[in-house]
């Protein structure tokens, strides 16, 4: 087992998760995963820096979106994992800490883009007391 973080439910991993440990990470989908509970696929995005407000954060992360989006809609899912294909989709932000107010604002507008893509959206902060 490799050393990632998993702190998703037991039967969660049944596939190879893909990792990244690039520091830009934009085009890069840290985890793949199919949830046995859910049936759902589900891409992880980890986010273990402090938010604070910046612009060049929110852009970086609203382009991280953009990315992962682009793989689920435009086929490189369905190559990479035929397996998965047609199976309801989530995309889960583990974040090391709360997001600020700006994330805040800006994940709901990215969770209700999601919702008419029939994506979910989670967000999962790991210390809420930091």
């Known amino acids: 087992m490799s050393d990632i973080e998993r702190p998703i439910s037991n039967g969660l991993m049944d596939i190879e998760p893909e990792i990244s ?9 840290d985890v793949i995963a ?6 759902e696929v589900v891409l992880v995005m980890n986010e273990p820096n402090e938010w604070d407000g910046s612009d060049e954060q929110l852009l970086s992360l609203q382009e991280r979106f953009n990315a992962y989006v682009s793989f689920l809609l435009d086929g490189e899912m369905a190559e990479a994992h035929l397996e998965l294909v047609g199976k309801p989709t989530r995309i889960e932000l583990r974040c090391a800490h709360m997001p ?12 209700d883009h999601l ?16």
């Open 100 to 111: 600020d107010g700006r994330a805040l604002e800006l994940l709901g507008h990215i969770h």
């Open 34 to 39: 199919h949830d046995t509970k859910t049936g």
């Open 21 to 29: 440990d690039s520091k830009n990470r934009t085009s890069v989908i």
């Open 115 to 130: 919702a008419f893509q029939e994506i979910r959206l989670e967000v999962v902060v790991k210390d809420t007391a930091g």
